[in-house]
Antibody, heavy 122, light 111 residues
């Protein structure tokens, strides 16, 4: 059974940093791209960042570029999201998701974690 | 403002058929990128419902079906049930943004 478990969320002040983790099990982690998706309170889903299975290619939504860093440790079946220079508008539940690929950029989020809540507030 | 356009809400009585549309453009659906659909029940994480326009993961009832027309995609729910009350999101890739995008979501209410 595929399982994804996020952690690391919490309350942080504007301008602060937070590191999210997502520990996975039930599949060969290094064979799959992974992604982070967030959802602000009462709002829709927003793609945040993605990473290839080997970790050598990363992708970011424009508003996260230069502030967020996605990485992975395939030896520990763990995905990370380092979030710096946090803003009030980054307040959201952050989900990690296992990606399956139909064609080169045709990614879809096959399995999702339960999410971890990040609140940016003074 | 979402790149993929969804109507905010649809409703139907139990047993009826409802459709949810997802409007795109030449940089996403029109460029040949597939559309995928997710269901988010209240208070839970999203769940994959349809991938590649038409395909259902195992365990998803065949009451859910997807289709494509030009630069749009649709999700149909036939034989609507109370447990289908949820938010539904479409998702694709946008070459202009060089990233993956979601629709704004459609809330399905069972009357």
């Amino acid at each position: 059974e595929v399982q994804l478990l996020e952690s690391g969320g919490g309350l942080v002040q504007p301008g602060g940093s937070l590191r999210l983790s997502c520990v996975v099990s039930g599949f060969n982690f290094s064979n799959y791209a992974m992604t982070w998706v967030r959802q602000a309170p009462g709002k829709g889903l927003q793609w945040v960042s993605g990473i290839s299975g080997r970790g050598d290619t990363t992708y970011y939504a424009d508003s996260m570029k230069g502030r967020f860093i996605i990485s992975r440790d395939n030896s520990k079946n763990t995905l990370f999201l380092q979030m710096n220079s946090l803003r009030v508008e980054d307040t959201a539940t952050y989900y990690c998701a296992k990606v399956d690929v139909l064609r080169y950029f045709d990614w879809f989020m096959e399995n999702w974690g339960q999410g971890t809540r990040v609140t940016v507030s003074s | 403002q979402s790149v993929l356009t969804q109507s905010p809400s649809v409703s139907g009585a139990p047993g009826q058929r409802v459709t949810i549309s997802c409007g795109g453009s030449s940089s996403n659906i029109g460029a040949g990128y597939d559309v995928h659909w997710y269901q988010q029940l209240p208070g839970t994480a999203p769940k994959l419902l349809i991938y590649g326009y038409y395909n259902r993961p195992s365990g998803v009832p065949d009451r859910f079906s997807g289709s494509k027309s030009g630069t749009s995609a649709s999700l149909a729910i036939t034989g609507l049930q109370t447990e289908d009350e949820a938010d539904y999101y479409c998702q694709s890739y946008d070459s202009g943004l060089s990233g993956w995008v979601f629709g704004g979501g459609t809330k399905v209410t069972v009357l």
